[in-house]
């Protein structure tokens, strides 16, 4: 049973737009939650990050809902710009291991100019 | 200047050989990782270490060694390889195990014939 799920696989936006990219988890001592943005031939890049104490993370024009009640979260990128398309990760871990992280299998997101 | 070097970008194997992937990081972390990537799954947590230390390990199989010479070093011996070892492995770094913050390096990608 796949521990974090992500949907939709595929999003399409137009610049300017708010992407909207789901999470959802199965673990509930996972209390750690960052997103990766993916871009092709590199390596994963921390973007913003919550912490299950706290139900909203903004940083720039991301910002990440939490739901620890639904086990849901929530990637909105506002304004979104051509240079956004990538493949983004929602993670997970649990106690003071942070580093140990479980991964989803990421949505694809394309921002047409 | 990449912060996380590994070596080599790409290489390709016969199966049931052996090869050893590098892993040196310029941020002064003190917790590393290695982490895979392949196509019909979400990046998957490998090992950490902390402080030279192995702290976990999520590989069943003992073909994959970890190797840490320096504090900033982290190779990943792989043995007697097999097709299903083909993946992109991402070697990644923290500032302390239970920081979070995890920066990846851009890769390399492991394919065995």
């Not at chain 2, 590989?59 to 043995?79: C, E, G």
């Not at chain 2, 923290?94 to 920066?103: E, F, I, K, M, V």
Request: include cysteine.
């Amino acid at each position: 049973q796949q521990q974090v799920r992500q949907s939709p696989q595929s999003l399409t936006v137009w610049e300017g737009e708010t992407a909207i990219l789901n999470c959802s988890y199965e673990d509930s001592t996972f209390n750690y939650f960052p997103w990766y943005q993916q871009f092709p031939g590199e390596g994963p890049a921390l973007l913003i990050s919550i912490r299950s104490v706290s139900d909203k993370k903004e940083d720039g024009r991301f910002t990440i809902f939490f739901n620890k009640r639904e086990k849901k979260l929530s990637l909105h990128i506002t304004d979104s710009q051509p240079g956004d398309s990538a493949t983004y990760f929602c993670a997970a871990s649990a106690g003071t291991n942070t580093g140990k992280l479980t991964f989803g299998d990421g949505t694809v997101l394309t921002v047409k100019p | 200047d990449p912060k996380i070097i590994q070596k080599p970008k790409y290489l390709v194997a016969v199966t049931g050989s052996e090869k050893i992937l590098i892993c040196e990081q310029y941020l002064g972390h003190n917790a590393m990782y290695w982490y895979r990537q392949s196509a019909k799954k979400p990046l998957e947590f490998m090992f950490s270490y902390s402080y030279q230390k192995l702290m976990d390990n999520q590989t069943a199989s003992s073909r994959f060694q970890p190797q840490s010479s320096k504090k900033n070093h982290l190779d990943l011996q792989i043995t007697a390889l097999k097709p299903d070892d083909s993946a992109t492995y991402f070697c990644a770094s923290s500032p302390q195990s239970n920081t979070g913050q995890l920066y990846f390096g851009e890769g390399s990608k492991l394919t065995v014939l």
